[in-house]
């Protein structure tokens, strides 16, 4: 994925003609039709309709439009302040994150970071995991935080650990098991369950979703698509759920960990061939995550 498809897409889906596409981004008809279908096929998803008289979106479309601009929109905000930073002392780093949850544990890093490199800028983007997997690759993306088992670990990558997240019950305060200091997964099999399919929850706890969800009958099983709305709905009392310990915490809402189910292994990732400043942030990380271990 890259700038251009992101660009022919919007333009494609905002006037719902290729001709007027191609000259809003002063480039041939087929040029465009190349990479709008580039971008679908390495998404796996049909973006639009096409008749020889008119051009829709279809429901994957309607969805990937909001998150094409995002994307494109901070990818052309990173552009500029890294044009504006050659005047400067200013040195950007491009971390992303597939989650609001992952700005919880990289909060203390930044702190750390101001400190020692006030000069380094970070500029932290939260972007659904297909998309931010491929900047990251693409070398948009500087360094990524994420689940190990999320994040294909490419030659050339390097994964740090900062530590082992457990599995945790979320179920509102209210809940008979919300007191206990553990549980069996198999205690969920009988309560009402919800579901998230975003690909901002981690692999591991999906399966572990999934697994309860298969004990159910439909009626007791909710699904979503975004965590937001998943915590929202377990506060609701629609459900419980599984998902790291670092989740969005609530008030409303208790993680209880999980007995006999393996933490998920967390950390950082980047190339081995990293910038100096990189090389000085990847550093505040691990100094850091030691730090909080002692």
Do not use: W
Request: hydrophobic fraction near 40%; charge should be neutral.
């Amino acid at each position: 994925m890259n700038t251009q498809q992101l660009e022919s897409f919007i333009q494609v889906a905002e006037n719902l003609n290729f001709a007027r596409a191609a000259e809003a981004l002063n480039i041939t008809q087929s040029a465009v039709s190349r990479q709008i279908h580039a971008l679908e096929d390495e998404l796996g998803a049909k973006l639009l309709h096409r008749s020889t008289r008119t051009v829709t979106l279809t429901a994957e479309g309607v969805d990937f439009l909001e998150t094409a601009k995002s994307v494109l929109g901070k990818l052309q905000a990173a552009a500029a302040k890294l044009r504006r930073s050659e005047q400067t002392n200013i040195q950007v780093i491009s971390i992303g994150c597939t989650n609001e949850a992952d700005l919880e544990p990289l909060c203390g890093v930044l702190k750390d970071c101001r400190r020692q490199h006030p000069e380094v800028h970070p500029f932290i983007r939260i972007i659904p995991h297909r998309s931010i997997l491929n900047l990251f690759y693409q070398d948009e993306i500087d360094v990524l935080f994420s689940a190990k088992d999320d994040i294909p670990l490419r030659e050339g990558t390097v994964y740090r650990e900062l530590g082992k997240v457990p599995l945790c019950a979320v179920l509102p305060a209210e809940h008979p098991l919300a007191e206990m200091e553990s549980i069996n997964l198999e205690k969920l099999f009988s309560e009402r369950t919800v579901i998230c399919t975003s690909y901002a929850v981690p692999s591991a706890a999906v399966e572990l979703q999934n697994r309860i969800a298969q004990q159910l009958l439909p009626a007791y099983v909710h699904i979503c698509d975004n965590v937001r709305v998943m915590l929202s709905l377990i506060r609701a009392g629609y459900g419980c759920s599984v998902l790291p310990a670092f989740g969005l915490f609530k008030p409303e809402l208790r993680y209880v960990p999980l007995n006999g189910i393996e933490p998920i292994s967390y950390g950082v990732f980047y190339k081995k061939a990293a910038q100096p400043v990189l090389k000085q942030f990847i550093s505040i990380v691990r100094n850091y995550n030691a730090q909080q271990k002692n």
